[in-house]
């Protein structure tokens, strides 16, 4: 995470419509899989001689084992740190180096389990020898060759981001590097080095305190999650617990790399000026041997009935913010596309009936949105809606205004027009973003690694067709009722709520 973010993924994504039919679309994109598992995506798009690819991994946060959050976005922070033979001096004394490290870690570890018995002096002479093992192997790396040897070939907009539930590598090269990438992102996954790993632990350390630590809107989104959700996944923080965090181990890494990074794991899509038979046969000659291996284990705990609402309180001397989030299905129910519709009809722009009765109208707030799925949507997740209280106005006042709002979708039937509208803007929304081959080739990555299927970017807007008034009415009253509820509100004193709805 990079910094406060509030991501629209895969269910917002599934409202959008290109400006063309599937069938003609299909026409251009070819796809296969390697007897290993790993499945490819081609779309050719001539018009400039540049390529775009996406590495989809379904795992996120979400998947971290329990006394171990934060893996999953480590590997955000390796991505580019290089292979067995890109990014080091000398790999076979590397690889001694980085065995000497795990070595002396092991040592400190077992001297720490022993909890108040552990030798306060012994401790401080085994944390140095860690230390000067962690030097000595940082003298065998060549920082950022992996990502150079991109750049010194064209390439651009190389980007790792983990998030609760994926975790997407991307690139753009001219077509005549194609090759390149194929064997560079091949040896990456077939030989990983957790190169530089407890540099970038204390890096992760460090994002946390600032965008988390620091910022009350980043401790509201954490302890949110946390509160709403006993055990489903997405109560594991993005960057990981911080205690979790500093004790993360390169071997737990690998482990997890070896879990989940795995073929039939993956999805990788190529869109721009490239040859799909070309594109075929080197992948089966790069990607061919990574050896297949079974899929890792879908996340399956589930909470316990909420039987009432739930608050979150952060003292901090800021301008008061209020967070209420709802709890509801994930992306596969067939309630989906209406809670979609409802963002679309409520948070939209100026026009979006939270701005408009909010912000323009009873002028209690100067920012409303709800942002849904959140924090994505693989999992049951939440519908959250952040409002900020405008000056001169409490927290209370911003609730009570949104709960009139919330009153009023579940009992007057929402016009047309406002349908008509919400389905406009998302087909706007989708030609803006899928203009560029990046942006095409992630939304195609998202929805084959979500759904199997990437065509569902195209056929679910058929689902949003038939999205009713009486549907969002009903959604409504089944969804945002004060026992699925979890307010997080901030201020610089103890918050006086309003009323219970």
Request: proline share 7%; glycine share 6%; no cysteine.
């Amino acid at each position: 995470m990079r910094g406060l973010h509030f991501p629209i993924l895969l269910a917002a994504g599934a409202l959008w419509l290109p400006a063309q039919s599937l069938a003609d679309f299909e026409k251009r994109v070819t796809e296969f899989s390697l007897p290993n598992g790993l499945h490819f995506v081609v779309v050719e798009r001539h018009e400039a001689p540049v390529v775009s690819f996406e590495t989809l991994v379904n795992v996120g946060s979400a998947e971290d084992a329990s006394g171990q959050t934060g893996l999953a976005h480590l590997f955000e922070h390796l991505a580019f740190k290089g292979t067995e033979t890109i990014g080091t001096r000398d790999w076979p004394s590397e690889k001694r180096a980085l065995e000497a490290v795990e070595e002396a870690a092991d040592k400190l570890a077992a001297e720490r389990n022993k909890g108040p018995l552990a030798d306060a002096g012994k401790l401080a002479g085994l944390d140095a020898e860690w230390k000067v093992a962690l030097d000595r192997a940082q003298t065998f790396v060549i920082p950022n060759q992996y990502a150079q040897i991109f750049q010194q070939n064209g390439g651009v907009d190389l980007l790792a981001n983990a998030g609760y539930d994926s975790t997407e590598f991307r690139y753009s090269l001219p077509s005549n590097r194609l090759e390149l990438w194929f064997l560079m992102e091949s040896q990456r996954l077939l030989h990983p080095v957790m190169r530089e790993f407890y540099r970038e632990r204390d890096v992760v350390a460090e994002e946390d305190r600032v965008n988390v630590e620091q910022s009350p809107q980043g401790r509201m989104v954490r302890n949110l999650l946390a509160t709403a959700f006993q055990a489903q996944p997405y109560r594991n923080p993005e960057l990981g617990w911080p205690g979790d965090v500093a004790s993360l181990r390169a071997s737990q890494a690998q482990a997890f790399f070896d879990k989940y990074y795995v073929p039939g794991n993956m999805t990788m899509t190529l869109v721009g000026d490239v040859n799909p038979a070309e594109a075929k046969r080197l992948a089966e000659r790069y990607f061919g041997p990574l050896p297949a291996r079974p899929l890792p284990p879908v996340p399956h705990a589930t909470d316990p009935p909420q039987n009432g609402p739930r608050t979150v309180e952060i003292y901090a001397n800021t301008q008061p913010f209020l967070m209420a989030a709802y709890k509801r299905p994930d992306m596969y129910d067939k309630d989906d596309p209406v809670f979609d519709v409802i963002r679309l009809i409520l948070s939209n722009g100026r026009t979006g009936m939270l701005t408009t009765q909010l912000v323009d109208e009873k002028r209690v707030a100067t920012v409303a949105q709800l942002v849904t799925p959140f924090p994505r949507g693989r999992y049951p997740n939440l519908a959250v809606f952040f409002v900020v209280p405008a000056i001169g106005h409490t927290v209370a006042e911003a609730e009570r205004a949104l709960d009139d709002l919330l009153s009023s979708l579940q009992t007057k039937r929402i016009e047309t027009e406002p349908l008509l509208r919400a389905r406009t803007q998302a087909r706007a929304a989708v030609i803006r973003d899928m203009a560029t081959n990046a942006g095409l080739a992630s939304s195609l990555a998202l929805y084959q690694a979500g759904y199997g299927d990437w065509r569902k970017l195209f056929t679910s807007v058929d689902d949003l067709n038939k999205v009713t008034a009486e549907d969002i009415q009903r959604v409504a009253r089944q969804y945002f009722v004060i026992n699925g509820r979890t307010l997080a509100v901030s201020g610089p004193q103890p918050v006086a709520l309003g009323d219970n709805r």
